[in-house]
């Protein structure tokens, strides 16, 4: 079954670097996502993607973060200065363009220390 | 009130038992209904999705939407041991050409333990 994979699984980094979290979408879909869930806490949208640029994004998706389709079949997020509230599990996900379901992948979990 | 809400339990329920699952809305824009469930440290996997109103049934678990009262439920019969998880209802609006629009808004999730 097609997946959504995501790389690193786990990185740990210090306050202030960059992080660039990468995601390949399942091939053909063309909408993509990234969400992020901070331990105990809900699943939240960050950014939507379409057509090679963002088609919404929430009001946690400010100045430091960026998305960008460098190629064909990889989605990243970037993180310019990191601070210790963003650790949490970053999730991509994509959808088909006739398609209802969203599909996740496993996470990147990110620990800012 | 938050948009959507869950109760997070957690539910300890014995093998076989039916479960049910429950999560209320606010916003009447919510026409497409998903429920994700998530192992730990694991990334949402979709059960099912139902549009608008009504019941969807699949295999053990059978999808309720009730749009007059804002309440979604999943149930989940002969549970499982392997149905231990937290499970999250996820809910969106309306896209252009009649699709589900991207941006879900999750429940807390609900930690269900489902003992031998």
């Known amino acids: 079954e097609p997946e959504v994979t995501q790389t690193p699984s786990h990185q740990v980094t210090q306050m202030g670097q960059e992080v660039i979290l990468r995601c390949v979408p399942i091939s053909n879909h063309l909408y993509f996502y990234w969400y992020r869930q901070i331990l105990g806490q809900k699943v939240e949208f960050l950014v939507s993607?379409?057509?090679?640029?963002?088609?919404?994004k929430s009001e946690i998706f400010d100045d430091q973060f960026s998305v960008e389709r460098p190629d064909g079949s990889n989605f990243t997020l970037k993180i310019r200065s990191t601070k210790l509230e963003d650790s949490a599990m970053y999730f991509c996900?994509?959808?088909?363009?006739?398609?209802?379901?969203?599909?996740f992948g496993e996470g990147s979990w990110l620990t800012v220390v | 009130q938050k948009e959507v809400e869950q109760d997070p339990g957690p539910l300890s329920v014995p093998e076989g038992a039916i479960v049910s699952l429950n999560c209320t809305y606010s916003?009447?824009?919510?026409?497409?209904f998903m429920w994700y469930r998530q192992y730990s440290r694991k990334g949402p996997e979709l059960l099912m999705y139902?549009?608008?109103?009504g019941n969807k049934e699949d295999g053990r678990f059978t999808a309720q939407v009730d749009k007059s009262s804002k309440y979604i439920s999943l149930f989940i019969r002969d549970s499982q041991p392997s149905d231990s998880a937290t499970y999250l209802c996820a809910m969106s609006g309306m896209g252009a050409g009649g699709t589900s629009y991207g941006k879900l808004t999750f429940g807390q999730g609900t930690i269900l333990t489902v003992h031998p």
């Open positions: 916003n009447s824009a919510f026409q497409y």
């Open positions: 993607f379409y057509n090679n640029e963002i088609s919404e």
């Open positions: 139902t549009y608008s109103s």
């Open positions: 996900a994509s959808r088909a363009d006739s398609g209802n379901t969203i599909y």
